[in-house]
């Protein structure tokens, strides 16, 4: 379910409407791969063992496709560019981006 936030966003319920493949893959492109944006602090990724074995980057891209918790966010997408998480460097950037 896609809802239109306050200022003009869009937001995206990622538990009801999971990341599609083409989204994903435009952010990869842009990380340089799957696990810049991956949340290895999941905790489905610890029960499930993963955290213990060594996964490819497109492993990791599936994984990502499968749960959407293994995806770190918040993601906000400004003017094509992608910013991941809430860190206070991160909100900086992201309000820089939007007063340009």
């Known amino acids: ?3 239109t936030g306050t200022d ?3 937001l995206q319920d990622i538990k009801q409407e999971h990341i599609s ?3 994903l893959d435009k952010i990869k492109a ?3 791969s799957y696990e810049a944006i991956f949340n290895k602090r999941a905790i489905k990724f ?3 063992g993963w ?3 060594l996964l490819t980057d497109d492993q990791l891209g599936e994984l990502i496709l499968t749960e959407y918790t293994f995806l770190r ?3 906000y997408m400004i003017k094509e560019k992608a910013f991941i998480g809430n860190s206070k460097k991160n909100v ?3 309000k820089a981006a939007l007063s340009e």
Do not use: A, D, V
């Open 1 to 3: 379910m896609k809802e």
């Open 8 to 10: 003009g966003f869009e």
């Open 21 to 23: 493949k083409e989204k």
């Open 30 to 32: 842009q990380e340089g």
């Open 46 to 48: 610890r029960e499930q």
């Open 51 to 53: 955290n213990k074995k």
């Open 73 to 75: 966010r918040p993601i």
């Open 92 to 94: 900086s950037e992201i």
